[in-house]
């Protein structure tokens, strides 16, 4: 009696299995939307592999390669930097609480050297690197840029947080640098960048891109940040370089640049604005035996 039953609730059985398999794939895909998605989104990596170890060997190559800083322990500079975060809010890290750790690796940087870029990182490393003054006994760096500081120097290209109660760096996730405003990344970037503003004298340079609509971005470090902390007593001129600008356009007359010259002009700081090429740039800095490019 019971078997014809059986023998077709088995006939049903490859629609209920479909189904169910249906059912099994869409939950899956559901849960893997929800799972991934929100991470992309957020935290990226944790705090760079061996972040301690990186700072005290590039802290020491730097002395090494500087000798007009004179002595610096660069295990109690890392020690500092590592202070300013460890245990706290990685997304309520502000300036100040780099302060310990700045006053201990300032430095001064010859003037007419200082180069700002924003949107320009490399072709702005690349001369900072590459154009050199050979002309003299001591040959030196034509331009400085933040990242050819002691503090730019040991963090370029790190990534750092803590979080509330632990004793260490947080290795295993980091907020973003647009996921909150007051980042423990973002904070030290600002607070390094007004620091290099602040120091800055003489004749300087800014690279922007002249390739892109707002070169002067409000978001950017040198908008917000270094354009506003330069100081008229220590500044002859600001030299803005626009690089890649299209060539049926003066970007120097753009509304974006027009706003960097508003800002400048607001602290009484004279500039001039020079619209150059990248190519022609490495070129003349490639054979460059002073500082005479730009
Ligand atoms: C951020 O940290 C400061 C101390 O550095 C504290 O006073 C403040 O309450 C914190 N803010 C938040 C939102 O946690
Ligand atoms: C910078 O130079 C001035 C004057 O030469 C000197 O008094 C000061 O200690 C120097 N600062 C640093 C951080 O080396
Ligand atoms: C300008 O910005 C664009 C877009 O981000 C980038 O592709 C280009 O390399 C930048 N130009 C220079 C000279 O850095
Ligand atoms: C800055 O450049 C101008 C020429 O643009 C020059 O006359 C002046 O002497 C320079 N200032 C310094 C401090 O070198």
Not at 31 to 51: D, Y
Not at 170 to 183: F, K, Q, T
Not at 273 to 280: D, G, M, R, V
Request: glycine share 4%.
């Amino acid at each position: 009696m019971s078997s014809p039953r059986r023998a077709s609730s088995r006939r049903r059985n490859p629609i209920i299995v479909l189904a169910c398999c249906l059912l099994v794939i869409l939950v899956f895909v559901v849960a893997l939307i929800l799972v991934f998605i929100p991470r992309q989104r957020t935290s990226a990596e944790g705090t760079s592999k061996n972040l301690a170890d990186i700072i005290v060997r590039r802290c020491r190559v730097y002395v090494q390669e500087h000798e007009s800083l004179g002595s610096r322990d660069c295990e109690e500079i890392k020690n500092r930097f590592l202070n300013s975060v460890i245990g706290k809010d990685p997304c309520n890290i502000t300036m100040n609480d780099y302060d310990f750790f700045m006053e201990a690796a300032r430095q001064n940087i010859s003037c007419n050297k200082f180069l700002f870029w924003s949107k320009t990182k490399e072709i702005a490393h690349f001369v900072s690197s590459v154009y050199m003054n050979i002309n003299v006994i001591n040959p030196s760096k034509c331009v400085m840029t933040l990242e050819d500081s002691l503090v730019g120097y040991m963090m370029d290209g790190l990534k750092w947080c803590s979080r509330v109660g632990m004793k260490e760096m947080d290795y295993s996730s980091c907020p973003g640098w647009n996921d909150c405003e007051l980042n423990s990344v973002k904070s030290f970037w600002k607070r390094a960048s007004l620091y290099f503003a602040s120091i800055a004298c003489g004749n300087v340079s800014v690279m922007l891109n002249g390739s892109i609509s707002d070169p002067f971005s409000d978001s950017s470090l040198f908008a917000n940040t270094e354009s506003r902390k330069l100081n008229s007593k220590n500044i002859d001129e600001v030299n803005i370089l626009l690089v890649d600008s299209p060539p049926d356009r003066n970007m120097c007359e753009s509304s974006s640049i027009r706003e960097l010259r508003s800002v400048l002009s607001g602290s009484n700081i004279r500039y001039k604005c020079t619209a150059l090429k990248s190519t022609e740039v490495k070129q003349c800095i490639s054979s460059a035996q002073s500082c005479n490019c730009f």
